[in-house]
């Protein structure tokens, strides 16, 4: 079936770098979207990856490579407003369950 | 610009009952589609509507149902409630659907079954 992959935990120190990987098995989607959610809220969007590449947006960036079936995203200059959990997402072609979220990844950050 | 809105914010039902949350999307926006939240199953989609008509749906029974008015607004029904539907249920709204590369979510609205 379809899936993504995530670790269920990452734990950082504030101002450092941490990458949180996504690998998934699934064909034929229309990209990679990135979701943050702190706990008691709403998920908000992060980035998208349509292409492999990498794709900035101020601290975050995003990556992805299809013949690898891996995706992450990277935090960069870690503060401690950035824990919480991030989710990947795919959106399918030609499916009735059109998006597909892997489980999440709790970040925590240490000072 | 507002954002999306979900009512109520916290519901607590007994098991057979039934239950309708309401999630009005952000102006201008024609799709709304519907999450199922749980610590052990993560999100899951249910259903996306747009233009008043359901386009997609998840893998989820025929208990859960949804419909949108012209508005844009959508409500989303469970009937016969289980104890497993206990869950964070959250709404997101975008301009053309689950194929966009943006969704903003609402706040959810927290379902517990007893």
């Known amino acids: 079936g379809q899936s993504l992959e995530q670790p269920s935990e990452v734990t950082a120190v504030e101002g450092a770098i941490v990458q949180i990987n996504c690998t998934y098995q699934?064909?034929?989607?229309?990209?990679l979207s990135w979701y943050q959610q702190h706990d008691g809220g709403a998920p908000t969007f992060l980035s998208y990856?349509?292409?492999?590449g990498l794709e900035e947006t101020g601290r975050f960036s995003s990556f992805l490579s299809r013949s690898d079936s891996y995706g992450y995203l990277l935090l960069q200059e870690l503060q401690m407003k950035d824990s919480a959990s991030y989710f990947c997402?795919?959106?399918?072609?030609?499916?009735?369950?059109?998006?597909?979220f892997g489980k999440g990844t709790r970040l925590h950050i240490l000072p | 610009k507002a954002g999306v809105t979900q009512t109520p914010r916290y519901l607590i039902k007994t098991r057979g009952q039934q239950v309708t949350l309401s999630c009005s999307p952000i102006?201008?926006?024609?799709?709304v589609s519907w999450y199922q939240q749980t610590p052990g199953q993560g999100l899951q989609f249910l259903f996306e509507?747009?233009?008043?008509?359901?386009?997609n749906k998840g893998n989820f029974p025929g208990r859960f149902s949804g419909r949108q008015f012209s508005n844009s607004r959508s409500e989303m029904n469970v009937s016969t409630l289980e104890l497993g539907d206990s869950a964070l249920y959250l709404c997101?709204?975008?301009?053309?659907?689950?194929?966009?590369?943006?969704?903003?979510f609402g706040q959810g609205t927290r379902l517990t079954v007893v």
């Open positions: 997101a709204s975008s301009l053309k659907g689950t194929g966009d590369t943006e969704a903003f």
């Open positions: 699934t064909s034929g989607f229309y990209g």
């Open positions: 990856n349509a292409l492999d």
């Open positions: 997402a795919v959106v399918l072609m030609n499916r009735d369950d059109k998006i597909i």
């Open positions: 102006s201008g926006h024609r799709s």
């Open positions: 509507y747009f233009s008043e008509t359901q386009r």
